[in-house]
């Protein structure tokens, strides 16, 4: 997402952004996750570029639901079945392929049964243009209702040591399920790194300039938080960022965060996360964080979350 959207300069840079796809390749990297909300759509055109070549060598995951295409691809909720269609189209156009490994739905559409949605998902596998179906902020009940119609493959969902809400009964359904769990900013939107020190060095343009987290008492009070992982960080020799990505890691085989950036040398950070070794005591310390304060979108989108 980061490429092409959200976090200010995107987009400004997209030959820097196909190197670090290609280098995240190099190193064994085999998710590759976008959207068509992205952008719009350009961040799909963008992996579809980067992907010439190497299409065999990864698990390409795209979602939709958030725009109209209906009704001028217009921002907004939308998963009926022709939507789905329309939106499946077009993703596979801009990325090039014949076919998608992992279809989410990008967020629950509380106006279209979400039975009807996921078979809809699942006409496109038994047409081959998909291979396996994802959700993404959905709730416990939501997530067996879909399950019921086609089998649910993941779940994408926030998670890090900033958002624990998956843990209120979501992460035991996946477990019963065998459904996989891809947590989307595992590095709290940066903040976990400790590279963020001061709200200033948020621009007006980035998305989290009106985050919860990164303003007035709960900036200071989520930097506090920042500082046991940094203690934790330097007990081990690694990075802040690491040890959150190795504390999500230690969670189970079955969760594969994913954490963005448009840079190689954070492509090469992220990945050495799963040569750090977390001992119980510190395990136990990060796990006892309380969660961040403030919610982890703004209102307008934590609307949209199931809950």
């Known amino acids: 997402m980061g490429m092409s959207h959200g976090y200010g300069g995107s987009g400004d ?11 995240a390749i190099d190193l064994g990297v085999t998710l590759i996750d976008t ?14 570029e980067a992907l010439k070549g190497h299409r065999d060598k990864v698990v390409l995951a ?3 639901g958030l725009i109209k295409h209906s009704e001028g691809d217009e921002a907004g909720l939308d998963s009926s079945p022709a939507n789905v269609a329309a939106a499946v189209e077009g993703s596979l156009r801009r990325l090039g392929v014949d076919h998608i490994d ?12 979400i039975e009807d949605t996921v078979g809809a998902m699942a006409e496109l596998v038994t047409a081959g243009k998909v291979r396996n179906l994802g959700l993404s902020e ?13 089998p649910i493959s993941a779940l994408q ?8 809400d998956p843990e209120d009964g979501v992460l035991a359904v996946l477990a019963e399920l065998g459904i996989g769990f891809v947590p989307y900013s595992p590095l709290g939107r940066g903040f976990l790194t400790g590279q963020i020190r001061s709200a200033d060095q948020i621009g007006e343009n980035d998305m989290r300039s009106d985050n919860p987290r990164f303003v007035g008492e709960n900036f200071a009070r ?4 920042v500082g046991v992982v940094e203690a934790v960080a330097e007990e ?8 959150a990505l190795a504390w999500l890691l230690s969670r189970g085989e079955h969760i594969v965060p994913i954490p963005g950036t448009k840079r190689i040398a954070r492509v090469e950070e992220n990945v050495g996360a799963d040569a750090i070794s977390l001992s119980a005591e510190q395990l136990e310390r990060l796990d006892s964080l309380p969660p961040a304060a403030g919610d982890h979108h703004n209102e307008a989108q934590m609307r949209m979350i199931e809950r």
Do not use: C, M, W
Request: glycine share 6%; no cysteine.
């Open 102 to 113: 992992l279809l989410y739905q990008h967020r629950v559409d509380p106006t279209v049964p």
């Open 222 to 225: 989520n930097l506090e938080l």
């Open 35 to 48: 959207a068509e909300v992205y952008g719009p759509y350009i961040n799909e055109e963008l992996v579809g």
């Open 157 to 164: 969902s926030e998670y890090s040591l900033f958002t624990r």
């Open 62 to 64: 795209t979602k939709f």
């Open 138 to 150: 959905a709730a416990a009940a939501t997530i067996r209702r879909a399950h019921a119609v086609h």
């Open 236 to 243: 081990v020799g690694a990075t802040s960022g690491q040890v």
């Open 13 to 23: 840079n997209d030959a820097g952004s196909i190197r670090t796809i290609h280098r």
